[in-house]
């Protein structure tokens, strides 16, 4: 492993031969405990450690990756030749600024569990899904601790620290097979999120299509498949500079009814993408997508920012072998209205089927429902074999929020409800 | 390598070097991965702790009896990827995408990547392998603008190098024309029509309608709507559908799997009947049979599991003409991919592009149809199987890993299926 001086020495060697250098540097280690049916299936421990390399060199710039620092020579030849390759944007890397110092990401006792305790509460979640009747499929737990750094030629630096765990459970009664799952900074209770499992698999069997037009209740799972197929793309500056986005024109514009405001907040305590710069060591701010409606900005990272003359903030890696992409932070919905679920009557969607299946240029959708039932107050019988077919921007401009808000990972806001097709 | 609209976008390069060990003790399993070879001690040790966390309330499974083996293989290519610059990639690419800049397209890629690797393969029971690898990958979108956007996109790829480019040089202005065509293009009304699947759909259909189901990690805990129906008829007899990760140059191609065993074709359904299930050790294992080598796993910092390679839908007998002889249908002619719930049996396909079948003949271009129901019931209507049959690579399959796969088939022709549009 390369120290910070050691880092250091090698951003200069950089320096030297282009305009700007930057270097980041990952660890992560991670346990992996699963269960199938009722004993456990497999233990599994992973480490990874990679850096990886960007210079800028005539306003293009270039990438490489490497997990031997003894590659460092090769990757910064890869990193340069890559360079000639890359469109021109103008863009700078960071100088160091104040980070804000984002709570709740870094649990000491979470690491502190062992396995055997994991691994007790794994079993827990099989008898807690035997009591109800349904029998236990898959569960899981995964616990992590994450730490990255990153050096740039502009006196930007960064470390960050955080540990998470998710845990996931799937249970089966009769024909039916559901699931529920939690992420966190820390320990949590494992349970409840088998039991819910075991309550949805039982709640979803048997069931019968249906058909028409309906109010329907889409879960936050089910928003957040649409979230990520549709709204997101919309949004990525990538799409809008080249006006291949839906949302390309839509700038001060209304999206959405006027008390509904859509949030990017990476400085919520312990949030799941909460955290104090982006990749590319861009301080974290809270950030107003949609104001009542009215859609407000982007998301741009320093490349888009460079072309389109922005704010960047949105630049995300995943793992050390991948450039920063674009991406939300923790999303949140703020609706000044909310429909009282016990009052609505309608179809409840828990999850959808291929959402990666839709039209994430014009909106258009037509998926299966995976989970859903009647919904009169309160889950009713289940349904099967139907779809919702639509126009996610059309369901935008007419959706209602419900009074359910929840965090499920990095969405903070309550189920949907529109009225739609079902076919 | 992306190229965006006549101008390359972005280069990436990198090497990686990473390793794992699995150990079994009395039937079960502990798993360690590092990309630091100064921790394979602390990977070894960490697997032999976990193995004994596995013990407490064990799912054994143990390991099917299977041939130890010893092998080197290379994968041939004609144009070896790293015998080419960057400079010769771009221009290349450059080159390919002017054959894209029609009138109203708006926008455009090509994304290319080539990996080159090695993987070792060692067990304690004497297998000794060795697989050096080329894979090369090409994809193209492209959007046209008149009024609306429409977007259109191809994907490809295989076991061989970079004469990828040469095999694909044409798709990039098929998919700009494609675009354009969708801009034309209407959705389909809801409802139950007669549909020919082309072969990018009815290969879609192979691997998620069928392949999953056949899966044996689903078999062995009741999860899959085909358990217990081997040996059952569970569809028309002109279904045939197959797994064979030894198709040299494809793109789910390997030699052996990830669990050493040597890969070889599986007839998953032949005649309409379920012949076999996909296996890895630990699966035949717990079935007691012997494994089809289909254990793999995306990284050594995954755990191998049951996952398919190359699976299509096998061809059959009839012509396109007699394929086509349908007096109102629909044909789904490209594919956007698929997913199955495969305890439910049911599933979705999305279709970038399609047409409108009137008399026999192909008419209005139709977008965003998709097809879902019922996997049984699928099988059973289908009364239409044509001599075509064609490969699509390129794709990769998420089980929570991804492994790269090609779908195949020929065009096929299902009575009264539920499609969704508009």
Known sequence: ?423 | MSLEFGEMKEAIAGDTLSLSIRVMDKGVFGFSATNNLDRMQEAAKSAMRLVKVSQKKPFKQGLSEEKACKDQVTVKAAKKPLDYSLDEKASDLLELGKGMKLPKIVNYNIDYGDTTSSAYYLNSEGARLEFDNIVSSVGFRSYAKEGSIQSAHYSCGGCYGYEILDKFWDRGEKTSRQALELLGAEKIKSGRYDAVLGPEISGVMAHEAVGHACEADFIITNESILNGKLGKKIGSELVTICDNPTLEGTYGYYPYDDEGVKSKKTVMIKDGVVNSYLHSRETARKLGVHSTGNARAQSPFHSPIVRMSNTYFDKGDFSRDEIFDIKRGIYLERSKGGAVDVLKGEFQFASEMGYIIENGEITKPVRDASIFGSILDMLKNVDAVGKDLEYHGGGHCGKGQLVRVTTGGPHIRVKGAKIGGS
Not at chain 1, 44 to 62: C, D, H, W
Not at chain 1, 294 to 310: C, H, Q, S
């Open chain 1, 1 to 423: 492993m390369l120290r910070l001086a050691d880092l250091d020495n090698l951003l200069r060697k950089a320096e030297k031969r282009v305009d700007q250098a930057e270097l980041y540097h990952e660890k992560s280690s991670h346990l992996i405990i699963k269960t199938k049916t009722n004993g456990i299936d497999y233990s599994m421990s992973g480490e990874s450690e990679g850096y990886s390399l960007r210079v800028i060199q005539n306003g293009r710039m270039g990438f490489s990756f490497f997990t031997l620092p003894s590659s460092f020579e090769k990757a910064l030849d890869d990193a340069i030749n890559a360079s000639k390759f890359s469109r021109k944007s103008g863009a700078s890397f960071p100088a160091r600024k104040k980070l804000k110092d984002v709570k709740g990401l870094y649990n000491r006792k979470l690491l502190e569990i062992n396995e055997n305790e994991l691994a007790d509460c794994l079993v827990q979640m099989i008898d807690a899904v035997k009591q109800t009747g349904a029998k236990s499929t898959e569960n899981a737990v995964s616990r992590a601790e994450n730490t990255s750094e990153l050096l740039n030629s502009e006196g930007g630096y960064f470390r960050k620290k955080d540990t998470e765990i998710n845990v996931w459970s799937s249970a089966q009664f009769r024909d039916s097979h559901s699931s529920d799952w939690k992420t966190s900074r820390g320990f949590f209770d494992m349970e409840p999120i088998a039991q819910n499992a075991a309550d949805y698999a039982i709640k979803f069997s048997g069931g019968k299509p249906v058909s028409g037009e309906f109010e329907i209740l889409l879960h936050p799972d089910a928003v957040t498949e649409l979230l990520q197929n549709i709204l997101f793309p919309a949004l990525n500056s990538e799409k809008v500079f080249r006006k291949t986005s839906f949302l390309s024109d839509k700038l001060n514009k209304a999206v959405c009814p006027k008390d509904i405001s859509i949030l990017d907040d990476p400085l919520i305590a312990g949030g799941m993408e909460s955290c104090c710069c982006d990749d590319e060591g861009v301080p974290s701010e809270t950030r107003k997508i949609v104001d009542k409606g009215i859609l407000k900005r982007f998301m741009f990272d320093i490349e888009t920012a460079g072309l389109m003359k922005n704010k960047p903030g949105n630049g995300f890696k995943h793992g050390f072998s991948n450039p920063p992409h674009i991406r939300p932070t923790n999303l949140v919905i703020d609706a000044k209205e909310n429909v009282k679920l016990k009052h609505f009557k309608g179809i409840f969607v828990y999850d959808l089927l291929a959402a990666h299946n839709v039209n994430s240029t014009t909106g258009d959708f037509a998926l299966e429902i995976g989970q859903g039932t009647l919904y009169d107050g309160g889950m009713g019988k289940a349904i099967r074999s139907c779809s919702i077919v639509g126009n996610f921007f059309d369901l935008l401009k007419n959706v209602s929020m419900a009074d359910d808000f929840q965090t499920r990972d990095y969405y903070n806001g309550p189920s949907w409800i529109y009225r739609g097709k079902i076919v």
